[in-house]
């Protein structure tokens, strides 16, 4: 069936009822001035004047302000800032026609308070005429829109958050029938909206009720619509209806808006980031605007999970280009169609280069000039890298001083390495290539008046061959989960947050800084692998087997964020801290043994590899006091 247009209503009729209004905002005025008594018939010829004026002068001022290009069905708080304005403007133009008009002596006296009441008639009868329209298409659409529909199909909808998510939800929800989804309540912890309506639902209680006011309303879904809200406000409600088995969305949370992957009004399954999920950091916007904002940026790797986010975050800045950079095609234009699409109108440079390729990068340097410098680029998986030490040499290490030498010898004003908690006392060959990097970006300083630092934090949730998909797969297969030690703990945080705080702490280097940001509690990989389980509506052990493989070589039981010797300083954000070491290696010493590790790298002898790369890495607590920073005020 061919589904009916949304009503408009013409503009000419809208012109036509503004003019009658006009009239009768100007006779209205004369007539609360002086009440319809003899000085009303005095000065009524001064009215037709002004009346006349007003005929000419308001439809003009009202169609500049575009007033006869909306569609009123869809008003909101924009359109009455906009009538007033349009009012307000074609208000002082008339007052100064009639007291010029007034000066010619046209017409005996000018009563000037009119002006002042004709403001305020032409506000309330503009405003109302356009209101009342659109209280009229918005009827005339619910008829529309529940003519037809088998309302035994709705459910019945309890929305946690009653805040402006939670209100935009419902609003939604009102005006899209079709989805069979009606809202029967709220659900919040702050005791001023307890009683109170939103749209017509009620605010029926708190989180805490959520299991009771399912039975009482005989709720079907709950949708959590807090984008801020913590794990522990998601895992309170997947507990609340897992038993009961009652479905349950969430909003996306605030990272995932801040990287512009999905907009406000949408709906999706919760997932394990969503358990996972923490209190969202405070961004200082000005520091972030002022180091990202009408810049050049290169992003490294920004084809890899870390590097497409950076680049999603960094484009709400209006850097003036965005640079692209990464050694796959297809996820290098995978980047910049998402960030088209998002942001049509930023420059945005691809780059297919190979970071182990110095006069390549000399030459992309040289030409864009980039002023920021994000590095992700890198090889990351830990049993992968057990097995090729020369290539994990050749990419994480000789990739990172070819793009830091380019950084620097071009003048960028920031560098910024992307290390993790594996660099910390590694054990692994990947870990050990970090920690070279860590120690690279520490022995610039004073160095190069380009200020590079590097930020170390634990696993992303949802990285390309990261666990969690891993686990998911697994799931998907009918199992079994392959937990390789049910001791095993990560630090786990989500890629929007991490990126964010990387970005926050591009703004706080003053160069040489090593920054580990705050990661929380450790997780344990068998609980994160029995939730994923449990969110799919399974059993554990009984819908999909758990199997148990042994810790791979290079793993460690747990993970640490400060190695033997280090200690973290608090800075202006509290989620990120500077590492103090005491010690740093000699920047000349440091660049002997790269070259060595990177020479043997290219012979492709690991075991000689190996051996060069855990000495360099020994001899990390070399000779030179590290600065330390000055204390927070």
Not at 54 to 74: C, D, E, H, N, S
Not at 223 to 245: F, M, T
Not at 542 to 570: A, F, M, N, S, W
Request: proline share 6%; aromatic share 8%; charged share 20%.
């Amino acid at each position: 069936m061919k589904s009916k247009p949304v009503p408009n209503i013409r503009n000419r009729y809208l012109l036509l009822g503004d003019l009658i209004l006009i009239v009768l905002s100007v006779m209205g005025s004369y007539a609360l001035r002086f009440e319809l008594g003899n000085l009303f018939f005095f000065y009524l010829p001064s009215a037709y004047w002004m009346a006349g004026a007003a005929l000419i002068i308001k439809p003009l001022v009202y169609y500049f302000f575009g007033m006869y290009r909306r569609m009123w069905i869809y008003a909101s708080t924009r359109e009455v800032v906009l009538i007033v304005s349009a009012v307000a403007t074609s208000s002082v133009i008339l007052s100064a026609v009639m007291v010029a008009l007034a000066s010619l002596r046209l017409f005996v006296g000018f009563p000037r308070p009119v002006l002042v009441f004709d403001f305020f008639l032409s506000v309330v009868l503009a405003g109302g005429l356009r209101f009342v329209l659109r209280l009229l298409a918005e009827n005339r659409v619910n008829q529309v829109l529940y003519s037809g529909l088998d309302r035994r199909r709705t459910q019945k909808v309890l929305i946690v958050g009653a805040g402006d998510a939670g209100a935009l939800v419902v609003r939604e929800l009102q005006k899209n029938p079709q989805l069979y989804l009606t809202p029967v309540g709220f659900l919040d912890d702050n005791p001023s909206k307890l009683k109170q309506q939103i749209y017509g639902v009620p605010v029926i209680g708190t989180l805490s009720d959520l299991t009771k006011v399912i039975d009482q309303t005989g709720a079907d879904q709950v949708i959590i619509a807090i984008p801020s809200a913590p794990g522990r406000v998601v895992r309170l409600v997947a507990e609340a209806c897992r038993p009961k088995g009652i479905p349950f969305r969430t909003m996306p949370g605030i990272y995932e808006l801040l990287g512009g992957k999905v907009s406000v009004s949408r709906l999706r399954e919760v997932d394990i980031s969503d358990l996972l999920r923490r209190e969202p950091a405070h961004i200082e916007e000005e520091l972030v605007g002022a180091t990202l904002g009408g810049r050049v940026v290169l992003v490294t790797g920004a084809g890899g999970s870390i590097g497409r986010e950076l680049c999603r975050q960094i484009a709400r800045w209006g850097p003036s280009e965005l640079i692209v950079l990464g050694h796959g095609e297809n996820s290098i234009f995978e980047t910049l169609l998402e960030i088209e699409e998002n942001f049509p109108s930023l420059p945005i440079i691809p780059i297919i280069a190979d970071i182990r390729d110095l006069d390549r990068l000399n030459i992309i340097f040289d030409e864009l000039r980039p002023q920021v410098v994000f590095h992700t680029a890198a090889h990351k998986h830990v049993p992968l890298m057990e097995e090729h030490p020369d290539e994990a040499v050749r990419v994480n290490v000789l990739g990172t001083v070819n793009v830091v030498d380019a950084a620097c010898h071009y003048g960028a004003d920031r560098f910024v390495f992307i290390s993790t908690d594996k660099a910390v006392n590694p054990t692994s060959i990947m870990g050990a290539t970090k920690r070279l990097g860590e120690l690279l970006v520490s022995s610039l300083y004073g160095e190069s008046h380009t200020r590079c630092t590097a930020v170390r934090f634990g696993n992303v949730l949802g990285s390309r061959g990261s666990v969690v998909p891993t686990f998911e797969r697994q799931i998907d297969m009918g199992g079994p989960l392959t937990v390789t030690h049910p001791e095993m703990t990560r630090y786990f945080m989500s890629i929007g947050e991490a990126v964010s705080l990387t970005i926050q702490a591009a703004t706080l280097t003053e160069g040489g800084d090593l920054f580990v940001l705050d990661m929380g509690e450790q997780v344990r990989i068998e609980e994160l692998a029995l939730r994923l389980v449990r969110l799919r509506g399974l059993r554990p052990g009984v819908d999909i087997p758990v199997k148990y493989i042994g810790i791979r070589p290079g793993e460690k039981l747990r993970e640490e964020l400060l190695g033997e010797g280090e200690r973290q300083v608090p800075t202006a954000h509290p989620a990120i801290f500077r590492v103090c070491s005491g010690q740093k290696m000699r920047r000349l010493t440091l660049r002997r043994q790269i070259e060595e590790l990177i020479d043997l790298a290219q012979t492709q002898n690991n075991g000689l590899v190996m051996a060069k790369l855990w000495e360099t890495v020994g001899c990390a607590s070399m000779e030179v006091p590290h600065r330390v920073p000055a204390p927070l005020n």
